[in-house]
C-alpha cells in the first residue's frame, strides 16, 4: 500500500494543530495560574505576606534578583521585616505551559524597590520564570527565578566620548609610526605634548 504526499501532509498538519491547541483543562489550569499570579504581584504591592504565603508551596525555592537562592520562609521574612518592599509592580506574562498539574510561566517584569532594598527608589527590569503546581486542590508557586535585565552600559554621549578617544589614539599611533627613525624619548615628548 503506498501513502499518498498528500496524506502525509494532511496527517502533520492535524498533529502540529493538536499541538498548538490546549485542551480545556490545560486552558482552565493556565487562568487559574494567571489569576494567581496577579494576586501574588498584589499581594507584593499591598505587603501582604499572608496572601503570599497562601500562593507559595513550603518548598518553594526562589534565585532572586540579587542573586541569592532563598526559601519561602526567607523570603516573607524579608517581607516582614520591611527589607523587601515593591509599591511598584508590572507583571507581563509571555509563556505559559501546562503540564498536567504543573504550569510554567515566564516574562518580564517592571518593579519599582522600596523599603531597604540595595536600590530604593529605582526602577529595574526583571526577567522571570515561575513553576506553578497544584498541590492539595490549589494551585501554590513552588520555584521562581527573576533576574535584573542589564541596561546598556554606554549612553548616546558615552558613545561619542568613546569614539573621540579611540579617533585620537589612532591618530598618536599612526603618528608613531611614520615617526619610527625617531628616538623614543622625542616621540613620548609629542605624544605628551598631544594629550596637554
Known sequence: MQITPLLIMTMLSLSALAQVSPSPADAQAEQQVRQASDE????????????????????????NPLNKFVNKQQVLGMVQSGFLVIPSYDRRIEYARTYGDTVILAGSETVVWGGKMPKVGKTEQLRFTAVWMKQQGRWQEVARHANVVPQPLLTRSHTRSNIDDCTHARSR????LRNRTKPHAEIAREIKSNDE
Do not use: C, G, I
Not at 505587603?47 to 513550603?58: E, G, I
Not at 599611533?173 to 608613531?176: R, T
Open 40 to 63: 501574588e504581584v498584589q499581594a507584593f504591592v499591598h505587603n501582604d505576606p499572608k496572601t503570599m504565603a497562601r500562593l507559595w508551596s513550603d518548598d518553594l525555592v526562589v534565585t
Open 173 to 176: 599611533a599612526s603618528k608613531q
